[in-house]
Structures are given as C-alpha cells and as structure tokens.
C-alpha cells in the first residue's frame, strides 16, 4: 500500500463531525517516517545473530518463571514474618504469665464433724459422727473418724476455683463459699441445661444440710432426712416439698453461687407452707 | 563480461518476478528457503512498520529497533503463519504487541526509576502549551511544531486508544483491518477510535 493509496482512505471517511474530521485530516497530514537505508541489512544480522531465545515464540511459559519465582521467594519470606509474628504475638502473652506466682494450692482440710470436702468431682463428706466417706455425685454415706466433734462444716471444691463450705454460725449453720464474684445470685437456668460452672445444685446443698431429696414438679421432695443433721434438728421431714432456701425458690436446674449461709428452708407439708430455720 | 551481464540479468529478472508476487507467495517462497524472498517482504513493510512504530511511541530510535525485531519475529514464527488473513494484518499485530510491551516496559522503568521520583514530566507540561502566535517566516516551522505537537498528544493518549487511531486515521487501515489487527469487534474499534479523535480534538484544541 503506498501513501496515495494510504491518502485515498483517510479521505474517504464519511459521517464524521466536523471535529473528527479536521482530527482526521491532522493525523493524514502527519510527515510518514521511513526506515533507515540499512533496515534490511540490520534485519538480515539479527536473524544471523538470533539466539535460542530468539526461536522461542513470544510469550513462552519459561519467560512466566523469571517472575513466577522470585515472587514466590518474597511470599516465603513474607509468610515466616507472618508466623514468626504470630508465634511472638502468643509468647508475649505468655511472658507475663510466666511471672505471676502460682496462687497457693488451698491448704489441707482437716475434716471435722458435719464436714464436707470437694475435689474434683469427688466429695468427701465428714458427719456429726465423725464418719467420713468419699462419694460422687449424690452419695453421701459416713464412716467415722476419729476426731472432736463440731457442727463446723466446710466445704472446699478445687475445679471450682477453691472454696470452701464453712459453718461456725452458732456451730451449725453451713456457709457454702465458691469463691464467685460477689454479688452473683443465684441463677435458675432452664430444665435439663447445666448451670455456670461451679455452681452447686440444690440437691447438694440439701444433702449437706442432711436431706436427701428427688425433684418433682411440686419441688424437692424429701425423701429422707439424715438423723442427728441440722434439718432433723429443725424439724424436716420425709415428705416435705423444699420450695425455696433462704427465701430463693428452687427448682430442678436452680444452682446457688456466691457465699451462701443456709439459714432456712421452706417446706410444703400436707398442702401447707412453713418455714423453717436451720438451727 | 557476457557471464556477468547474464548474471546481473538474471538477478534482475528474479527481482522483478518477486515484486509481483503476492504477500502470501512470498511467505511460502520463503518458507522453501528463499531468502530474497523474505528480503521482498521487509522492503514492502519496512517502513509502513517502521511509520506505525514510531506514531505509536514517538520515538524514532525505538520504532526502527522495534520494527527490526518485528520482522525477525516473522521470520522465525514464518511457519506458524496461515493464509487465512492477510499478511498486512499479521506483521502489525505482531508489531503492536511489541509496541505495547515496550511502552508497559517504560511504565515499569518510570515507576522503578529513584529518579523519576524527583522530575517533573516535562512531556506533559509542553505539549498542551498554546501556540506560539508569532509570524514565522519558514511555514515549515510551523508545520514542524504542529506535527510534533500532534505526535505528542497522541503519545499521551492512552494504549487502547492510541493504537486504532494510529491504524486507522496515519496508516489508513479500514475499520475491519483495524479490527482484525487488535482482535476487537467493529463496534468496539469504531467507538474506540471515535473516542480517541474527540480526546485528542480536546488536547489540540488551540489548532481549531
């Protein structure tokens, strides 16, 4: 194609504006570039000289590498800072940790009378008879122990942070000391869901005041009452309904935190309602 | 003296012959070995590439160097090319891939370079500057601003616009050669070119 030939078809361009058009005209007006008189020749050299690379076809995959793996080499790189970061991150953390004390391990309970302590799942229970049995769960059986006689219980439960039942109140009353956040009440999930950790169900706390007792819809039915216990003492017996300690109406999910004295129970006997002071 | 004179005929006859074949013949002459046959070829395109080249990166030194290394791709890829286009359509896409390589080559080197952190793009700053209004007496002067003003504002446009108009409007492709060269629909060519002479109707507004 020569440049008349090349003239001819920029002019022949129809239904432009008169803007396109001048543009149009500009750029055919352009002064055309020729090549050097050695073109050829510098042509004919560079297919002489043309190494293998020169035979690949443009775009060959190898090419792809001179990128591809110093990119990868930089995400290497990138991803052991990351790691070695996030590693520090979790040794920072942990640093302080490491300089805080360990909190004492609770001291020994000496079991006295009427004395119950936990650990782990595990209870060990002492009565007024100095009888003292490990049980789990719900059992509660004595075995006597030598040793004075007192009405000071104390209840101590490791996996739930340390605490400790303590009963000096008038040498009876049992203090159930779970060592909570103060001020926590006493919550009442749902039936059939577990209450907060560590948390003592009402079936416990009874058993410790000595009754042993199932739940019904009526409340907690007692079912027997330990001899010489605090409940025997004050008056409960098989039969009752428990409806409420110190006032807070339990059901079958109630669970009691916080430092608890049980000072009273409320009782439904034969369609009436008492209550009745531990003492 | 005969021999020679039968010699120099010969050349003659054979360069003649070769001036008449067609793109395509020459590209199977070649293909046979025919190495004055590809000789045909650079000369027939050497400096529509050559002028492509340097519209597109308004740069002379790299035009010819890039249009060098456009028909030494044609060469060693010779046996890939198939007849079902034009030969024309071909060599200016190969060369507007090389164009287009080199001037993102240029976008990276701008960006690397420490230096070009602290210099003002003198390009920008002069090209769009309104004309000087003063008589001159050569008016080849003034065409001679006026060109180097145009090729600015078309270096300053960007790729997808440069390259059609460049085709089109400075090498006089048709908008199905256009393209054919860039692999775009004729839709999407003519609305492209369009675009780039109202882009550059605005950049060279002081000519109007």
Known sequence: MGYEDIQKNIETEEGLSAGEAKIRQMLGELKRVEAPKNFGFAVQARIANAGPEDLRPAGSGLAFLRYAVP?????????????????????????????????????????????????????????????????????????????????????????????????????????????????????????????????????????????????????????????????????????????????????EGTRFSGGLIVKNLRVKRDGKVLDIPLK | MDNIENIGTEALAVSVSEKNLSDHALIEATKGGDETAFAEIVNRYRNPITNYLYRFLNDYEEAVDLAQETFVRVYFAIERYHTEYAFSTYIYRIATN?????????????????????????????????????????????????????????STLPEKYRVPIVLRDIEGKSY??????????????????????????????HYF
């Open chain 1, 71 to 251: 990119l990868a080499l930089v995400l290497v790189v990138i991803s052991g800072f990351v790691l070695n970061g996030i590693y520090n991150v979790n040794d920072n953390s942990v640093g302080p940790v490491a300089e805080i004390q360990p909190a004492p391990a609770p001291a020994p309970i000496v079991p006295a009378a009427n004395e119950v302590a936990f650990t782990g799942n595990n209870s060990q229970v002492t009565n007024s008879e100095n009888e003292t049995k490990v049980v789990t769960g719900s059992e509660i059986a004595f075995e006597p122990v030598p040793g004075p006689r007192t009405r000071k219980a104390v209840v101590s439960s490791r996996n739930t942070n340390g605490g400790s039942i303590d009963s000096t109140q008038e040498g009876r009353t049992p203090i159930i000391n779970l060592n909570p956040p103060a001020g926590m009440p006493a919550s009442t999930p749902q039936p059939g869901t577990m209450g907060p950790v560590g948390q003592i169900p009402v079936q416990a706390i009874l058993k410790i005041v000595g009754i042993k007792a199932d739940s019904s819809n009526e409340g907690w039915k007692v079912t027997a009452v330990e001899a010489n216990s605090l409940s025997e003492h004050s008056g409960v017996k098989a039969g009752d309904y428990v409806e409420a300690i110190n006032g807070q109406p339990v059901t």
């Open chain 2, 98 to 154: 090389l164009a287009i390589s080199e001037i993102r080559k240029r976008k990276r080197r701008k960006l690397l370079s420490l230096t070009g952190l602290f210099q003002s793009d003198a390009e920008d700053t002069t090209e769009f500057q309104p004309r000087d209004e003063r008589s001159l007496q050569d008016t080849n002067l003034i065409d001679d601003e006026r060109s180097s003003v145009i090729a600015k504002a078309i």
């Open chain 2, 176 to 205: 199905d050669e256009v393209a054919s060269i860039l692999d775009l629909g004729l839709g999407t060519t003519k609305s492209r070119i369009s675009r780039a002479r109202g882009l550059l109707k605005e950049k060279l507004k």
